[in-house]
């Protein structure tokens, strides 16, 4: 079983609408998560961190649930430059146990 | 925003050739440098561990022999993929902690996408 896992889509989305995906991880002892976006054949990038209540920015809500393992992302009003790949990333907060998910990508239509 | 630059962004060689790929840190110094590898539809898998004046750490099943890492100095990782074949095919990417911030922020270098023929 992978340590983290995500649907790897692609989720198909008009644009303007609501989308909303997981990742679950296998390990229970991590403390730290993130969402990283990464662009086709691009260098990911830092999106947002996850914090245990929740946390907004902008458009972006991250929430996390430990007790089921997993953290979800949910974009609201999707803009077409949001189409991407998400990356969960997970850690037990150590820097070389960093956990990448392989992704799941996000496809916004006109 | 800290940047990580990397070099060559593609590179295309004949099998049994050598690849170097170097990672710069531009405006900050990095003790450690982290080097990744994605295969397509693929996670990023850790290959190394770079460190500024010893040895790099290697993950299980990645050859130190094959996978050359130098950190000479506080702004500068290699790679060198030797005799390389066409299953290092990939896209490296190097990575840099953000030491300041949470566990987990990373710095990503633009990557540099190897083909082997």
């Known amino acids: 079983r992978k340590e983290v896992e995500q649907d790897p889509g692609p989720f198909n989305v008009p644009e303007g609408a609501t989308v909303a995906f997981n990742c679950t991880y296998s390990?229970?002892?991590?403390?730290?998560f993130f969402w990283y976006r990464q662009d086709c054949r691009k260098e990911p990038k830092l999106l947002m961190s996850?914090?245990?209540s929740g946390n907004e920015d902008g458009r972006f809500t991250a929430q996390l649930n430990r007790a089921s393992q997993y953290i979800s992302l949910l974009i609201r009003d999707s803009k077409l430059s949001d189409s991407a790949t998400y990356l969960c990333?997970?850690?037990?907060?150590?820097?070389?146990?960093?956990?990448f998910g392989a992704g799941t990508q996000v496809v916004v239509t006109p | 925003g800290a940047v990580v630059s990397q070099h060559p962004s593609w590179v295309i060689c004949k099998s049994g050739t050598s690849v170097k790929i170097e990672c710069r840190s531009l405006?900050?110094?990095?003790?450690?440098m982290f080097w990744y590898r994605q295969f397509p539809k693929q996670s990023l898998m850790l290959m190394a561990t770079?460190?500024?004046?010893?040895?790099?750490?290697?993950e299980q099943g990645v050859e130190k022999d094959k996978f050359l890492i130098n950190h000479a100095s506080l702004t500068l990782s290699t790679l060198t993929v030797t005799s390389a074949h066409p299953e290092d095919s990939s896209f490296y990417i190097c990575?840099?902690?953000?030491?300041?911030?949470?566990?987990?922020?990373?710095?990503f270098g633009e990557g540099s996408r190897l083909t082997v023929l």
């Open positions: 990575s840099a902690p953000n030491l300041g911030g949470t566990t987990g922020e990373l710095f």
């Open positions: 390990n229970s002892a991590s403390q730290s």
């Open positions: 996850v914090y245990s």
């Open positions: 990333v997970v850690t037990t907060d150590s820097w070389g146990k960093l956990q």
């Open positions: 405006d900050f110094q990095a003790t450690t």
């Open positions: 770079s460190n500024e004046g010893s040895k790099a750490t290697y």
